[in-house]
């Protein structure tokens, strides 16, 4: 032990003592001894996971900080990579869902609005409401985890279970800065832009609905709608919200890629538990900014 | 204790009851009271049944796993040297893996630079010339471009050695280069790490302390190396070739089993 502690350095491969699995053996128990200590077990096991996932955030920023400008020639095409991979690559299924969402939301509000004869006063505050602040970031988020989040896990994961990590920390290449940085960046930019892009194509194909469904609102006063609605804090929030989306899926995602000693056959496990988690991390930084809404 | 004494006496491994963990768990101990010295351009050969430590070992030489018990000391710095600081004694370290462990992501090529431009800062054309050199040399032209998972075990292992050499390292791990390796794969790194060790051209001529895991003692028994087995737990020095021949250990004389026939 005397000789762990001389290690100033932090390896990637620290993080198994979260999860070595004479650790985690007794929480894989399906059937409850009793329900006090099943529920015992569940805790302690959320505990582990969200103190490993919050160190190995902190680490990653600490790199991210440290390293900022080391070796740009092999991270920054990696950043590229992985901005294609979670930006470029999702736009044409983003056009389709953006489309699909307007049409949902404006086709839902146009049917409740009727009954009240005031179809044509509330659709832009609606599509703020609805899209702007809520659907459309995290749609997004859970769109880019879905596609490119797995992706990253089952990559890590496979790279973990054949030795790369090693053979990366033998050439003194930190694997937190090859593999993790580059995706945690690529992806927050990703989940932003991918964003911005979605909520405009479901504020134009809203009204490009409202339209078809013969609702009496010229263009000029749907944007005034929008445009009143909007407000600087609303700006703010998207682009802060929507980067943190992108970081907390990295993160979530790559730490259980990485930073577990896997086998091949644990790589579905940890895709199921980094989706699973992904979502959850998501849905609570969501609450978080409610809250930021409520309390300015 | 952490500075080095600045002649050039200093061992390169030096190791005083050196407790050696598992990779897989590092907490498992592998060998036990490891006490080895290993000078600059000597060429150690460590023997051991499968199973028996050998990648454990070279982990630990390596800096990939910390000693769990003992002192261990690499260039006269005290092991582990992880933190950034120390970055430079750490590369002068090159480890080749049993299988190449290639970034299966990248090309053979790719691989093979990676090291020269992540810590040299070298554009893909200031290395590829560099990178030309060792894949001729390797034996690896033909497969630059193609992706590690489809090359066969031998040329995986070879991209593995071009690209721990592609940083020039005073010393050089190799595990178990000939497990699986037909005779003439076999003759060929035999001679390459011969080469290695009494200086070859691609290193400026320069002499590179080679310590190599067999399975099989046959191959190197002619050359001028350093022995030890790795057995029970245990890190056992055989000394020099000479002493080789007439040694009375049960498992030297089956690592050195005269029936199958010298590749």
């Known amino acids: 032990m005397a000789a762990k502690n001389l290690r100033c350095g932090v390896s990637i491969r620290d993080f198994g003592a979260f999860n070595a699995p004479r650790t985690r053996a007794w929480l894989r128990e399906v059937v409850p001894l009793s329900y006090s200590g099943f529920l015992g077990r569940a805790i302690f096991g959320l505990v582990i996971t969200a103190q490993g996932l919050l160190a190995f955030g902190l680490i990653t920023l600490g790199v991210i900080v440290s390293k900022w400008r080391a070796a740009p020639s092999v991270t920054l095409p990696l950043v590229f990579v992985e901005l294609r991979r979670s930006g470029l690559r999702l736009i044409p299924m983003f056009a389709f869902m953006s489309a699909a969402l307007g049409f949902a939301v404006i086709g839902q509000a146009v049917t409740q609005l009727s009954k009240y004869g005031a179809t044509s006063m509330f659709l832009g505050n609606i599509m703020v409401l609805a899209v702007v602040r809520e659907l459309g970031p995290l749609f997004t988020a859970m769109l880019v985890l879905s596609r490119s989040g797995t992706a990253n896990v089952i990559e890590l994961g496979t790279a973990r279970a054949q030795g790369e990590v090693e053979a990366l920390e033998a050439l003194g290449v930190d694997p937190i800065h090859y593999f993790v940085m580059p995706r945690v960046i690529g992806m927050a930019l990703g989940v932003f832009s991918l964003t911005i892009y979605f909520i405009m194509g479901a504020l134009l194909s809203g009204y490009l609905w409202a339209f078809l469904q013969d609702v009496p609102l010229g263009p000029g006063d749907y944007f005034k709608q929008l445009a009143d609605s909007l407000t600087v804090l609303d700006f703010v929030i998207l682009a802060v919200k929507s980067s943190f989306f992108g970081i907390a899926i990295a993160v979530i995602t790559c730490y259980h890629g990485l930073a577990q000693p896997l086998q091949l056959e644990d790589v579905s496990r940890a895709t199921i538990g980094a989706v699973a988690q992904s979502i959850i991390a998501c849905v609570l930084l969501d609450a978080v900014f409610i809250l930021l809404y409520i309390l300015i | ?263």
């Open chain 2, 1 to 263: 204790m952490n500075t080095p004494a600045s002649n050039d006496t200093v061992p390169v491994i030096e190791m005083n009851g050196v407790v050696v963990g598992s990779l897989a768990d590092p907490d498992r101990v592998v060998l036990e009271e490891v006490n080895w010295t290993v000078k600059a351009t000597d060429y150690w050969v460590v023997a051991g049944m499968h199973g028996s430590g050998k990648t454990d070992l070279l982990s630990t030489v390596g800096g990939l796993t910390p000693p769990q018990g003992g002192s261990y000391r690499l260039f006269g710095y005290e092991m582990p040297i992880f933190d950034k600081e120390r970055l430079g004694e750490r590369l002068r370290l090159g480890l080749v893996f049993d299988n190449g462990q290639l970034l299966h992501q990248l090309s053979v090529k790719e691989n093979i630079a990676l090291p020269l431009r992540y810590h040299r800062h070298l554009s893909w054309q200031e290395v590829e010339e560099r990178v030309k050199t060792i894949m001729e040399l390797t034996g690896l032209s033909d497969v630059a471009n193609a992706r590690p998972s489809t090359l066969a075990r031998g040329l995986s292992k070879r991209a593995g050695l071009a690209r721990a050499l592609m940083l020039e390292p005073e010393v050089l791990l190799v595990d178990n280069p000939l497990s699986g390796m037909d005779l003439r794969q076999a003759q060929w790194w035999v001679n390459i790490l011969s080469e290695l060790s009494s200086g070859h051209s691609f290193l400026h001529g320069r002499r590179v302390t080679i310590v190599v895991t067999a399975q099989d003692l046959r191959p190197w028994r002619n050359l001028d190396c350093h022995f030890a087995i790795l057995k029970k737990q245990r890190f056992i020095p055989l000394g020099h070739r000479p002493e080789l021949a007439g040694h009375t250990e049960p498992l030297v004389r089956e690592l050195l089993a005269e029936t199958a026939t010298q590749p």
